[in-house]
């Protein structure tokens, strides 16, 4: 979720110089690391980090607040999903088989921010794409530059003001005053010169997409309740029965 960190520093500044969002946000990350990805739990960190900041500043705290579950699993999630406006599903294209959890969000009402990965693929295509926002790479375009191997995050931030100031506040005073330089470091560090799930070219496209979501949201109530109840309507699609069946037909080929 290192995209959606980036936006949310993002937002930090935008909010401190008066460009507040359409709507007041909250994010809400919930996820579990394995003890050793090592990134994973600096992500982790850095987002608890940021929490306290925005906390903590009075400019910014009544339009945007940042809130990590703890220990998320199967009874949070009971609680969360039917909450829940926007479903964020911003994996790299082409580095998530399917998931579930987009299925959830989508029965429930939510909209789907994300990109043109899993079952991202399957859901715009029983809803439409006016009805769901996509933004990012295409698979074909990550797998060329992993191929290609001249993919340098350098370059992205340097030419990016933007981001080059939200990857810079990771090691702020604002974020070391209350985190822990080793771990906030490392992730700067990671994304400056590896960024492996290739996050930074897809930032602008996510802030812009992101933006649109919201604006939809304020300015649009009926429009974006039309989309919610299209969203639902097309969630039978994803039923168990049908895949269970198509399964049979298509694989299995077992008898009544």
């Known amino acids: 979720q290192q995209l959606n960190l980036l936006y949310l520093i993002h937002q930090y500044f935008e909010i401190r110089a008066g460009h507040t969002p359409a709507v007041p946000l909250v994010s809400i990350f919930g996820a579990k690391a394995a003890p050793a990805y090592i990134i994973a739990k600096d992500i982790i960190h850095a987002l608890l980090t940021l929490s306290k900041v925005i906390a903590a500043d009075p400019l910014v705290a009544p339009w945007l607040q940042v809130v990590f579950v703890e220990n998320y699993n199967v009874t949070a999630a009971e609680k969360m999903i039917p909450a829940c406006d926007l479903s964020e599903q911003i994996s790299l294209a082409s580095k998530e088989a399917s998931g579930t959890g987009n299925m959830k969000f989508m029965l429930n009402g939510a909209l789907t921010l994300g990109t043109m990965d899993g079952a991202n693929v399957e859901i715009s295509q029983q809803v439409g794409n006016e009805n769901i926002y996509i933004f990012g790479q295409t698979s074909g375009q990550v797998i060329h530059r992993y191929a290609a ?9 340097e030419g990016d003001p933007n981001l080059r100031r939200a990857i ?22 990671e994304l ?65």
């Open 149 to 157: 191997g001249d993919y340098n995050p350098a370059d992205w931030y």
């Open 168 to 189: 810079d506040f990771l090691t702020g005073p604002e974020m070391l005053a209350a985190g822990k330089e080793e771990n906030l470091a490392r992730l700067q560090h």
């Open 192 to 256: 400056k010169t590896k960024d492996w799930f290739q996050t930074l070219p897809d930032f602008n496209a996510y802030v812009v997409r992101k933006g649109q979501a919201l604006s939809d949201y304020a300015c649009d109530p009926l429009g974006w309740r039309r989309k919610c109840l299209i969203n639902i309507s097309k969630a039978g699609f994803f039923s168990s029965d049908r895949t269970i069946a198509e399964y049979n037909s298509d694989i299995w080929h077992l008898g009544e």
